[in-house]
T-cell receptor, first 113, second 110 residues
Framework: KAGVTQTPRYLIKTRGQQVTLSCSPI?????VSWYQQTPGQGLQFLFE???????NKGNFPGRFSGRQFSNSRSEMNVSTLELGDSALYLC????????????FGSGTRLTVV | EDKVVQSPLSLVVHEGDTVTLNCSYE??????LLWYKQEKKAPTFLFML??SGIEKKSGRLSSILDKKELFSILNITATQTGDSAIYLC??????????WGAGTKLIIKP
């Protein structure tokens, strides 16, 4: 079966711009979580969506937002990009809400210049 | 504040060596501990540990949890170059939130 698909794989943006990242979960998975990964910081939780509703949110500024569509695909948006937003953004899907049975995508590498 | 600390942050060994990776935690309402392997980008699940003293084993990898001393170790015996990766530890709290460690970068030299 197809895995979790994230697009694009790589992205270069300029400070102040905004960006939208996409995540298509495994078929049948209704929960999608987003993480930011920077060297030495591990994975930082952004938010989780389940059945189009945001269920949990991490400690990120309001510039980071997301949504989930009826087909469970999810997008996250970062507005007014800062240099510190450069990171690998990973999404993970699971059948039910919660963290067990996570399957991660390969991520989107965002570079802000 | 809840936290998960992994050590060492990086490790270089030769093929055939045995390595032990550490994960200590301070989490108010512990539910379970997870280990993941991240080779290129997508972390892949290794183990879930919920009970103290019960070893989980998969091939050359094994892991154990000590809930009294608040740590877990991941052992890899007879290492191979394919074991080179970042190993991530995460604790699940009572709200099913994951608290991640920063990871241990393991490099296996031929």
């Amino acid at each position: 079966k197809a895995g979790v698909t994230q697009t694009p794989r790589y992205l270069i943006k300029t400070r102040g711009q905004q960006v939208t990242l996409s995540c298509s979960p495994i078929s049948g998975h209704r929960s999608v979580s987003w993480y930011q990964q920077t060297p030495g910081q591990g994975l930082q939780f952004l938010f989780e969506y389940f059945s189009e509703t945001q269920r949990n949110k991490g400690n990120f500024p309001g510039r980071f937002s997301g949504r989930q569509f009826s087909n469970s695909r999810s997008e996250m948006n970062v507005s007014t990009l800062e240099l510190g937003d450069s990171a690998l953004y990973l999404c993970a899907s699971s059948k039910d809400t919660g963290v067990y049975g996570y399957t991660f995508g390969s991520g989107t590498r965002l570079t802000v210049v | 504040e809840d936290k998960v600390v992994q050590s060492p942050l990086s490790l270089v060994v030769h093929e055939g060596d045995t390595v032990t990776l550490n994960c200590s935690y301070e989490v108010t309402n512990f539910r379970s501990l997870l280990w993941y392997k991240q080779e290129k980008k997508a972390p892949t699940f290794l183990f879930m540990l919920t009970s103290s003293g019960i070893e989980k084993k998969s091939g050359r990898l094994s892991s154990i949890l000590d809930k009294k001393e608040l740590f877990s170790i991941l052992n890899i015996t007879a290492t191979q170059t394919g074991d080179s990766a970042i190993y991530l530890c995460a604790v699940v709290d009572s709200n099913y939130q994951l608290i991640w460690g920063a990871g241990t970068k393991l490099i296996i030299k031929p």
